[in-house]
């Protein structure tokens, strides 16, 4: 029996390291952004989760029981490790759905994953006014250098970064979570939180967050 370890968190909140990390672990599958699909908030369409590539995915088969069906289609997938794990974002699934992957404590935990206000929204910003989505400084200069902005055109770019809409920003994360809570303690899901600062440390020992 597969047990779902999912991450609740937001953009550039360093989500994509914590996954990278587990997914490392010999019985854990991480599966990232696994209901990203683009139709997947519309009532007549159900979840989607990754297949094994990056960027294509499939349709759950239940929608009235959607951990059934990531695990269902893990199975299909002929995953072997135990844990499977996915970071979701407050545009991924639509309040009801949520509710519903939620309604279940068996195998199951979630984690959320927080960072600093201030941080997590000026590193959204840069990234919207760069064009550049690397979750990792190293990355970022990839992109920089592939996309050819210098180090004069990112101090200007920073300078742009006002925060003038950075409390509408952190009402919508605070409601995020909460939301996420409040359906974890109805259904006494285990709960544990992870910060970025510990999460993108080398240090960080991310075997402690199975369960």
Not at 16 to 28: G, H
């Amino acid at each position: 029996m597969y047990k779902l370890l999912l991450i609740i968190t937001a953009g550039r909140h360093g989500s994509t390291t914590l996954c990278d990390k587990l997914d490392v672990l010999d019985n854990c599958k991480s599966f990232y952004e696994a209901f990203r699909g683009k139709q997947m908030n519309t009532s007549e369409n159900g979840p989607w989760m990754y297949k094994s590539k990056p960027n294509e995915f499939f349709k759950c088969k239940f929608e009235d029981d959607i951990k059934k069906a990531v695990f269902e289609e893990c199975k299909e997938l002929g995953i072997k490790e135990e844990f499977i794990s996915c970071k979701l974002f407050p545009h991924h699934l639509g309040y009801p759905k949520l509710k519903n992957l939620l309604s279940s404590s068996d195998n199951m935990k979630v984690i959320f994953l927080r960072r600093e206000y201030k941080d997590s929204y000026k590193s959204m910003r840069r990234a919207q006014l760069t064009g550049n989505w690397g979750t990792t400084p190293e990355r970022q200069e990839r992109i920089n250098k592939k996309r050819k902005i210098n180090i004069k055109e990112l101090q200007t770019i920073q300078d742009t970064i006002d925060g003038e809409d950075i409390e509408d920003y952190k009402q919508r994360i605070d409601e995020w979570f909460l939301k996420c809570e409040k359906f974890c303690k109805e259904n006494d899901i285990p709960i544990e939180s992870v910060y970025f600062d510990d999460v993108i440390s080398d240090t960080y020992d991310v075997s402690k967050l199975l369960f």
